[in-house]
């Protein structure tokens, strides 16, 4: 009996998929488990795989194709098996087009920046114009593409300050993206030797027209949709706070001194003092539930992680029991894993609380936006030396500011500021996280 294959709800909050890649060519055998194809979700790419034995009998769905969850993408049956039916039904449904379900109404305004009040209200949805149906997105290579190889940001920059070209080498990204990988592996085999004059020369005009319409991507359109469930509907406010490393920098300057595998950054130490006075400030560590305000006993700390289509949040469980050695381990691996699209949806869910850090962009201060449900954010900015006064002379200390975004339904002022001072007295004394 023939099976279908069907996009699947491949993380908790999934409901369309982008088809980067069939593994499996239309005619080949396939068991039960093999990977079909990969697909990009909200969070990553994640592996689709067969649920029957049999051989690939036709494909529904082309590579770079976005499909909600539930829609055919293909059928494995035996060889000599009839799927007209199932064909036939599959290749119907998309005869209808149905707007994305993230499409703004023509009519609403456009969404505002984070901090900036929305004046107005949009149009209901059932009464706006309907958006005219885009042409169907398909894979875009160099070729097709007016000779422009698709490439993320990071990845450009590297090739450009490196003289590569771009057009000459392989994306091992979603969709044949050209990412840094792509880039640190050409370095390697020798191609990065610019030309003379190279970084001199002007640059060609990327493409002839005047602007370029780049495709969501799925996490994208998340990360849109969540913004505006969050920035709106929150009642937010912001508490910054200053605080002297100087400790925290002889600490970790002492700690180097005994083994590479005593090093740890800044943020690794930030995050294991978070955590502990997360412990101590339930009423912090909490959610939002509509009727209900949920406070956490166990510390599970979102770790914000910017990647070349976003901003992704991996998850530290129980940071609060963990050893410092362990937590700067485990965010390098969390990051990693993030930056590759390989982390899986039980790694990026869960979190009590969230951190993002700026600070090695040089971003002095900054706010964040609260991921609901969770009641709160700390947004981390960069380490500085700034002149204070001791015992009547000026000297030099290494400060750091930090401003907490708040969830008023939450957390009060008094509460949120209860955390700050817990926060900076372990950082201004760090020996206290050791125990």
Known sequence: MATKVVMEALSPTMEEGRLVKWNKAEGEKVAK??????????????????????????????????????????????????????????????????PAPTAPPMAAPAPAAPGVPRIGNAAPP????????????????????????????????????????????????????IIKRDIEAAMQRGGAAPAAGARLAPRAAASAADYDDIPLSQIRKTIAKRLAESIGPIPTFYLTAEFDLTRVAEMRAAMAEQGDEYKVSFNDIVLKATATALAMHPEVNAHWLGDRIRQFNRVHLGMAVAIPDGLITPVIFDADRKRLSEIASESRQLAARARDRKLTPEEYTGSTFSVSNLGMFGIDQFTAIINPPEAGILAIGAIADVPVIVNGAVSTAKHLRVTMSCDHRVIDGATGAKFLQTLRRLLENPLMLVF
């Open 33 to 98: 488990g093999d990977v079909l194809a990969e697909v990009e979700t909200d969070k990553a790419v994640m592996e689709l795989v067969a649920r029957g034995d049999g051989v690939l009998r036709k494909r529904l769905a082309a590579e770079g194709e976005t499909r909600p969850v539930g829609d055919l993408l293909a059928v494995i049956g035996a060889a000599d098996e009839n799927i007209d039916a199932l064909v036939g039904a599959g290749a119907a449904a998309p005869a209808a087009p149905k």
């Open 126 to 177: 059932s009464k706006a114009p309907p958006m005219p149906e885009p042409p169907t997105e398909q894979p875009r290579h160099a070729a097709e593409d007016g000779g422009r190889q698709r490439s993320s940001p990071l990845a450009r920059r590297l090739a450009s300050d490196s003289g590569l070209e771009l057009g000459q080498l392989q994306g091992s990204g979603p969709g044949g993206r």
